[in-house]
């Protein structure tokens, strides 16, 4: 027998309260800027929101996300394409797990294409597209890869390389044009654009903001980003996220699920 959220026994229900877009300064947990080119990680639990706001309109925010009790579990691009039907993320996607289970989803987002295919710019790629410079020379100006971010992130937390999986590149839009090609769509960035990445799960959040690999820029200036985390509550019974496709219904059972 199919389940809905209504379904679900009293106590579940009752341990999942409803998500609001909006909060005030008195739900902010914290607050803080990432540089362009630099890269953050850490814990957001469920029930709490991340808002990352695009500057200057110059911002690609590479992600990565992992289940924090079970980190062999982690954010799947195939199954999360797949699943609603969409080759990009925006307002009422979610981000699934390996296990179909939803680590966060996106109840509100400014900027309207999230690219998800593209990868990250490794180290070999930058020096081709900017040249070197390196820590020795330039210190907090040096040229750092999306790659290599993510990886310094990673080994904070006992991964490393090898966990490296597909990543979404928050405010970028990356299309396919009549022949097949990808395209960085360069007048897609506007600056104050944001997106919500509310968690319904407890998440390692892995950022890097060095630039996207598809990006035409001659010159490495990434933009700054601004994090904002806030209790939200989790998605509802008639969230958007929820309601997007039969798929994310299921999906948000699956997670319930994990915390009775």
């Known amino acids: 027998m199919s389940m809905t959220f209504a379904n679900l026994p009293a106590l579940a229900r009752a341990a999942v ?14 607050e803080e800027s990432l540089p362009g ?12 929101t991340l808002r990352l706001t695009d500057l200057n309109g110059t911002a690609n925010v590479s992600a990565l996300f992992f289940n924090q009790e079970e980190k062999t579990e982690r ?39 999230h690219d998800t295919f593209s990868g990250v710019l490794d180290a070999a790629g930058l020096e081709k597209k900017y040249g070197q410079a390196r820590y020795q020379t330039h210190r907090n100006s040096m040229y750092r890869s999306g790659l290599d971010g993510l990886v310094v992130e990673l080994n904070k937390w006992g991964l490393g390389r090898r966990d490296m999986n597909g990543n979404v590149n928050f405010f970028s839009k ?15 960035r506007q600056p104050q654009q944001h997106v919500d990445l509310r968690f319904e799960m407890n998440v390692l959040v892995l950022l890097s903001a060095a630039p996207h690999p598809l990006d035409p820029a001659p010159d490495y200036a990434p933009g700054a980003v601004k994090l904002t985390a806030w209790r939200s509550g989790t998605a509802g019974a008639n969230d958007v996220c929820r309601l997007l496709c039969p798929e994310n219904d299921r999906g948000f059972i699956n997670t319930e699920r994990w915390f009775l």
């Open 17 to 30: 309260p409803e998500s609001s877009a909006s909060f005030t300064s008195d739900l902010v947990l914290w």
């Open 37 to 48: 080119g630099c890269h953050w990680s850490g814990v957001l639990r469920r029930g709490n």
């Open 75 to 113: 954010y799947n691009m195939p199954d999360t394409l797949k699943a609603q039907h969409t080759a990009y993320l925006t307002r009422g996607h979610v981000c699934y797990s390996d296990m179909g289970r939803v680590l966060c989803s996106i109840p509100e987002d400014s900027c309207g294409w």
């Open 174 to 188: 990356v299309a396919a044009d009549a022949d097949g090609k990808l395209q960085f769509d360069t007048a897609h």
